[in-house]
């Protein structure tokens, strides 16, 4: 592998809904290597930026004309986060330091945002965007698993944890964390909206949904899980 390829033999991009997603193409078994990337587009970030991540990674493309190519020239998934003042004031003060056109910076925005990475490896911290893996989707009860390889910096790896059909989803924890699989769907589900905007809908979270919520539209899930008494 050489920097940006992607070694994904036994994935493909399905659609789904409005999107895409990776599934398996062909029956997998625990602990296969699913996909090993390198990041299209990477920036090393320091203690305390953690915030500030996608923001910093934002940047580094724009000011990088090899990752802005390479960014642009993927169908990369887009977030449909609501845009605070700040968020506003941040993307106009970019569009004018880099010239470029403000909508055409927010969907960049939106793109980084949708699809960075946390990676932590060897002493080396940052965000980066590493496509194919970008399409794996969130799950609380996760067939995959993502790590890093250490021979390689840079390179994510996505392995299998358990046994995968053909066609089926492959999903990993968000938070890469086990202590985020031992909440309940309450607590999972706060700090998914806070981190990354959306509400699982996986299998799990559908069984363990609680009754007080389970007649809610997704709105009044949002406010329910945003309220002091929840």
């Known amino acids: 592998m050489t920097p940006t390829d992607s070694h994904a033999p036994l994935v493909r991009i399905s659609g789904w809904s409005d999107e895409a997603q990776l599934v398996a193409a062909a029956d997998v078994e625990p602990g296969v290597l ?9 920036v090393e970030t320091r203690d305390g930026e953690d915030d500030l991540g996608p923001w910093l990674l934002l940047e580094a493309i724009l ?10 020239a993927q169908d990369l998934k887009m977030t449909k986060w609501p845009l605070s003042p700040s968020d506003h004031e941040t993307l106009d003060r970019l ?4 010239t470029r056109n403000p909508r055409k910076l927010t969907q ?3 793109r980084v945002a949708a699809n960075n990475v946390r990676y932590s490896q060897a002493g080396v911290t940052g965000y980066g965007i590493w496509p194919t893996i970008s399409r794996s989707n969130h799950s609380c009860d996760p067939n995959a698993r993502l790590c890093a390889s250490l021979p390689h910096p840079l390179v994510e790896l996505l392995l299998a944890t358990r046994a995968i059909p053909k066609d089926t989803a492959i999903c990993w924890n968000y938070f890469s964390d086990e ?19 959306f509400l699982c ?12 919520v389970s007649g809610m539209s997704n709105a009044e899930r949002v406010a329910f899980l945003q309220g002091p008494g929840r």
């Open 179 to 197: 202590s985020f699989l031992a909440l309940d769907w309450v607590g999972r589900n706060a700090l998914l909206h806070r981190n990354f905007q």
């Open 108 to 110: 960049l925005y939106h």
């Open 95 to 98: 569009a004018r330091k880099y």
């Open 34 to 42: 699913l996909v090993g990337e390198y990041p299209i587009a990477f």
């Open 201 to 212: 809908r996986c299998a799990r979270c559908e069984t363990e949904l609680p009754p007080r």
């Open 63 to 72: 000011s990088s004309p090899g990752m802005f190519e390479r960014v642009s």
